[in-house]
């Protein structure tokens, strides 16, 4: 088995140990982050992908460096929120009016400060300052907006 696997598969059955359903076998892993047998299976012959393991940022707060390398933190980085995840995100937003995006936002904070277990609570101020800053910047766009609006 490919030693990135060994590093996702334990790092996941730690931060979701106190989950209703945590991840203890190969099989919870591929319904937590939605990927297949046939995916699983290639990991553990070549390693996770790069994509795989962004996808473990966004699911269990770990580093997808630290996945694919050993080397690091495992822990995710706190100066950059889950990078390629925030980029869908920002275009996902960009597309809606802005009432929308606001809504959208709100949403998403709401949820976040409801969340429980340990995976999301010790990141919560993380995230919360990370979706601040995404506000922020569609706040910025909704006024440039505007005055286009008037035109």
Known sequence: MHESVKRLL????????????????????GRR???????????????????????????????????????GDAHASTAQPLAGQALVIDEALRSLGPEARHEVLEYI???IE??????ISARRDRFLAALDKLA????????REAPRARR
């Open 33 to 71: 982050m939605g990927v297949s047998r046939q995916t699983l299976t290639n990991w553990k012959r070549r390693g996770v992908s790069k994509e795989g393991a962004l996808q473990a940022e966004a699911a269990f707060g770990c580093s997808a460096q630290w996945i694919l390398t050993g080397e």
């Open 114 to 119: 409801r969340a429980t277990g340990p995976h």
């Open 10 to 29: 334990e790092y996941a059955r730690q931060v979701t140990q106190f989950d209703q359903q945590p991840v203890i076998d190969f099989a919870g892993l």
């Open 136 to 143: 922020e910047a569609h706040e910025a766009c909704t006024q």
């Open 109 to 111: 904070r709401y949820k």
